[in-house]
T-cell receptor, first 112, second 111 residues
């Protein structure tokens, strides 16, 4: 079945550590997205990529980095510069020209 | 700046008690209004897209409607399995084709 796989499901990080969240899709979608979800808030866009080797900052990119070396993969690194990284992170994808996003199951990051 | 506001934040219904969720939007040139369902600890699942005022879409006990300022998600005779958070999102001509999400309505249907 086609879909988006995010890993790990749960991740704990000590302050000062960088962590990388994985996102892999087999939907042959061109565009991929990372969102952050906090309680009581809407999804906020961190980074997005519409083509391999190219990506753009979203509304809250500070403290995060991404790469898009393959069409199927869009990993997100949460760096030590992110002041409040504890959140639920969602990866999504869509075909270019389409509007409907398909989401992964999410990764919950907790900073200890 | 595009804004999407959902109300109420939380809603508790008895099984069979119909109600509506509201999504108000302020965007520059609406290109689409989306409804998603999100279960706890999972990613959102797509429900509906509406494109123009007056449009309606239905799926089982859910019906989404759209006006020039807001969208409603009507839930008819809900069941406990309809319990979830319902997210509304809009895409506009002024947003570089990126979605603006509301904060969601957490629906609980009691048996």
């Amino acid at each position: 079945d086609g879909g988006i796989t995010q890993s790990p499901k749960y991740l704990f990080r000590k302050e000062g550590q960088n962590v990388t969240l994985s996102c892999e899709q087999n939907l042959n979608h061109d565009a991929m997205y990372w969102y952050r979800q906090d309680p009581g808030q809407g999804l906020r866009l961190i980074y997005y990529s519409q083509i391999v080797n190219d990506f753009q900052k979203g509304d809250i990119a500070e403290g995060y980095s991404v790469s898009r070396e393959k069409k199927e993969s869009f990993p997100l690194t949460v760096t030590s510069a992110q002041k409040n990284p504890t959140a639920f992170y969602l990866c999504a994808s869509k075909s270019v020209g389409a509007n409907v996003l398909t989401f992964g199951a999410g990764s919950r990051l907790t900073v200890l | 700046e595009d804004q999407v506001t959902q109300s109420p934040e939380a809603l508790r219904l008895q099984e069979g008690e119909s109600s509506s969720l509201n999504c108000s939007y302020t965007v520059s040139g609406l290109r689409g209004l989306f409804w998603y369902r999100q279960d706890p600890g999972k990613g959102p699942e797509f429900l509906f897209t509406l494109y123009s005022a007056g449009e309606e879409k239905e799926k089982e006990r859910l019906k989404a409607t759209l006006t020039k300022k807001e969208s409603f998600l009507h839930i008819t005779a809900p069941k406990p399995e309809d319990s979830a958070t319902y997210l509304c999102a809009a895409i506009s001509s002024g947003s570089a084709r990126q979605l603006t999400f509301g904060s969601g309505t957490q629906l609980t249907v009691l048996p």
